[in-house]
């Protein structure tokens, strides 16, 4: 538990710096519109760190027992519940992010000038970019937990490394790996409470230090054949666009 708080630790100061080097990176751009962009978004990161990473993270751990329990006490089958459950935080997730899309005037630039979602449609963003492409990961998961016991802690470093993967792949920049420390806690707190609240008699088997370090690229391996024809579908067979900003003012 001490090593774990130590990397929590470490996490939160390496997301804080990294906020700062976004900032340094927008003061140091040219003036004008790509300044503004630079500078909104470095306040968007800095307003998803501070209510989804210490507010929505910090809640979820004061309060994981009493949610525990209430989960629990449901009934519902754990699979099922844990994937509705993931399913949740990631819509929750995704109502800050477009929020601080949506908050772009408050941050010096204009609408489509800044921006870190898709859309300033909560709705388009999680059914045709982001959560929806999601759900494969936690069926995936919730089918790994089913027969391996990981603990809370190496679920959320590991899908903290699936999203930080996702990111460089879907976002074709494998830059956004540096923000690596923000990332896991983006992607690693939708999946934290969930399996703090599996129960513990569902006859998964424990696993070692290899099964440890396999756990991000087999989430990521195995949902693969399922999330490909979502994209297409949704990309190729609707032809829904990436981005729904301007590219020039964005």
Not at 50 to 62: A, D, F, K, R
Request: glycine letters at 10%; charged letters at 10%; proline letters at 6%.
């Amino acid at each position: 538990m001490r090593v774990q708080r130590w990397v929590v630790l470490a996490l939160l100061l390496l997301s804080a710096l990294f906020c700062g080097m976004l900032h340094l990176v927008g003061l140091d751009a040219p003036q004008g519109v790509e300044q503004r962009r630079a500078l909104g978004i470095a306040r968007m990161a800095t307003g998803l760190i501070v209510i989804w990473i210490w507010l929505c993270g910090g809640l979820m751990y004061l309060y994981r027992d009493r949610i525990r329990a209430r989960v629990l006490a449901l009934g519902l089958n754990w699979r099922l519940g844990f994937v509705l459950f993931c399913i949740l935080l990631a819509c929750l997730e995704e109502a800050v992010t477009v929020t601080m899309t949506n908050l772009a005037p408050l941050f010096g630039a204009e609408v489509g000038e800044a921006y870190i979602t898709a859309s300033t449609n909560y709705l388009d963003v999680i059914l045709f970019h982001s959560v929806v492409v999601f759900i494969p990961y936690f069926i995936v998961l919730a089918w790994i937990l089913g027969r391996w016991s990981f603990s809370p802690f190496a679920v959320f470093l590991s899908f903290g490394i699936v999203g930080t993967l996702a990111e460089a792949i879907f976002a074709g920049n494998p830059g956004v790996v540096t923000g690596f420390p923000m990332w896991a806690f983006v992607y690693g707190l939708m999946v934290w409470l969930p399996v703090y609240c599996l129960p513990q008699d569902r006859g998964a088997r424990p696993v070692g230090w290899l099964g440890h370090m396999v756990l991000p690229f087999a989430i990521f391996g195995l949902a693969m054949p399922l999330i490909v024809p979502i994209v297409y579908g949704i990309t190729v067979v609707l032809g829904h666009p990436g981005i729904h900003f301007d590219p020039v003012a964005g």
